[in-house]
């Protein structure tokens, strides 16, 4: 059984900085991604990272402010958010996929519960 648990989400100044955990136990697929979804909007793609090699890819919106990050000893992969906005107001979730360069959520197999991230301006 595959569990997804994020946490470290708040409320922040825009401006700041917050760092994402997700613990994944169970048996995960090979590519972990992160997704936020705000209201009345659809679920997007943040980044993504492959735990063996820890290649990594991210959306245009988040790229150069936001790193995607594992440590394969303790099962988690992090989300280290810098330079936030308003707009990155969402909740965050993680998940898991069997596909290597996967953006779309149709191709993440299991989900956290997610974590809800605010920036005041």
């Known amino acids: 059984q595959v569990q997804l648990v994020e946490s470290g989400g708040g409320l922040v100044q825009a401006g700041g900085s917050l760092r994402l955990s997700c613990a994944a136990s169970?048996?995960?697929?090979?590519?972990m991604g992160w997704f936020r979804q705000a209201p009345g909007k659809e679920r997007e793609f943040v980044a993504a990272?492959?735990?063996?090699?820890?290649?990594?890819y991210y959306a245009d919106s988040v790229k150069g402010r936001f790193t995607i990050s594992r440590d394969n000893a303790k099962n988690t992969v992090y989300l280290q958010m810098n330079s936030l906005k308003p707009e990155d107001t969402a909740v965050y979730s993680c998940?898991?996929?069997?596909?290597?360069?996967?953006?779309?959520?149709?191709?993440?197999?299991?989900w956290g519960q997610g974590t809800q991230v605010t920036v005041s301006s």
């Open positions: 169970g048996h995960i697929f090979s590519n």
């Open positions: 990272i492959w735990w063996s090699s820890g290649s990594t």
């Open positions: 998940a898991t996929s069997p596909y290597r360069t996967a953006r779309s959520s149709s191709q993440y197999a299991y």
